[in-house]
């Protein structure tokens, strides 16, 4: 695990860490409607919708966001 990941884990916000929310989001969210959408490409015969793999961005690290917060 990176530093930074594990700084993430250790703030707390009412559902969990936003690492496990963002993941939880993507599993519960975004994979169901990107399913659908290839379920639609599929019946149409062409690639109507191309979709990347969820991952949490560098820019998400705790230090990035405090960089950001204490520079504006």
């Given at each position: 695990?990176?530093?930074?990941?594990?700084?993430?884990?250790?703030?707390?916000?009412?559902?969990?860490?936003?690492?496990?929310?963002?993941?939880?989001?993507?599993?519960?969210?975004?994979?169901?409607?990107?399913?659908?959408?290839?379920?639609?490409?599929?019946?149409?015969?062409?690639?109507v919708?191309?979709?990347?793999?969820?991952?949490?961005?560098?820019?998400?690290?705790?230090?990035?966001v405090?960089?950001?917060?204490?520079?504006?």
């Amino acid at each position: 695990m990176s530093q930074a990941t594990m700084c993430w884990s250790r703030i707390r916000v009412g559902f969990g860490t936003p690492i496990f929310i963002a993941k939880v989001f993507a599993r519960n969210e975004l994979e169901p409607l990107q399913a659908k959408s290839m379920e639609i490409s599929e019946w149409l015969g062409q690639e109507v919708a191309m979709f990347k793999p969820h991952t949490i961005p560098a820019s998400c690290s705790i230090v990035a966001v405090l960089t950001r917060w204490l520079t504006r």
